[in-house]
């Protein structure tokens, strides 16, 4: 049984920082690309940043270059999202994800629980 369990949101001031952790199971995480999403009110869930199952490619929305970093562990099976300079309008549910890298826009797999992030202006 596949389990994705998101952890490290919270409410941070604005240009703040934040490391969120996706702890995967029943999955054979070294061979599977990563990706972290969000889901803002009233918007469709977007993808955020994605990394190869190895950790050398890795990509990223526009609107979080420069202030995201994504990276895994997989020893630990997790996956993580620092987050520098954070804004408002990063404020979202935010989600990982396992797939094959060509589906990261549109992963297959079931979704957790999710953590919430709210920056505060």
């Known amino acids: 049984q596949v389990q994705l369990v998101e952890s490290g949101g919270g409410l941070v001031q604005a240009g703040g920082s934040l490391r969120l952790s996706c702890a995967a199971s029943?999955?054979?995480?070294?061979?599977?690309?990563m990706g972290w999403y969000r889901q803002a009110p009233g918007k469709q869930r977007e993808l955020v940043a994605a990394?190869?199952?190895?950790?050398?490619?890795?990509t990223y929305a526009d609107s979080v270059k420069g202030r995201f970093t994504i990276s895994r562990d997989n020893a630990k099976n997790t996956v993580y999202l620092q987050m520098n300079s954070l804004k408002p309008e990063d404020t979202a549910v935010y989600y990982c994800?396992?797939?094959?890298?060509?589906?990261?826009?549109?992963?297959?797999?079931?979704w957790g629980q999710g953590t919430q992030v709210t920056v505060s202006s």
């Open positions: 990394i190869s199952f190895g950790g050398s490619t890795t």
């Open positions: 029943g999955i054979t995480f070294s061979i599977l690309a």
């Open positions: 994800n396992a797939d094959q890298w060509h589906q990261m826009g549109r992963p297959r797999g079931d």
